[in-house]
């Protein structure tokens, strides 16, 4: 279970860092072409969704853990299931105590 989160946040990881490079080029771009008075206001716009994108990432995977951690919790990771009929055997015996 827990390896299974690992892979999936690293998979997050890498995905994320590709596509953050992308965007950067793509708007290191966009700011070379414009004058420096609306360079600046658009590169303020941008760090605000810089800030933003990474509050909701990081509220993305304390989700990730958190589900992960209740779920470790409430499902039985070693509990073989249960033999059939074995409730049926369990109450037989424990009628018979009960009549002894």
């Known amino acids: 279970m827990i390896g299974t989160l690992i892979i999936v946040l690293l998979i997050l990881?890498?995905?994320?860092?590709?596509?953050d490079?992308?965007?950067?080029?793509?708007?290191?771009?966009?700011?070379?072409?414009l004058a420096v008075?609306?360079?600046?206001?658009?590169?303020?716009?941008?760090r605000r969704r810089v800030w933003r994108a990474r509050v909701l990432?990081?509220?993305?995977?304390?989700?990730?853990?958190?589900?992960?951690?209740?779920?470790?919790?409430?499902?039985p990771v070693d509990a073989a299931p249960p033999a059939p009929g074995a409730g049926a055997a369990r109450a037989a015996a424990h009628h018979r105590t009960q009549r002894t």
């Open 13 to 19: 990881a890498v995905g994320t860092r590709a596509s």
């Open 21 to 33: 490079a992308l965007e950067v080029r793509q708007q290191e771009i966009v700011l070379g072409k």
């Open 37 to 46: 008075p609306e360079a600046h206001d658009y590169y303020q716009r941008l």
């Open 57 to 75: 990432r990081g509220i993305a995977v304390l989700a990730l853990i958190t589900l992960a951690y209740t779920a470790r919790r409430l499902l």
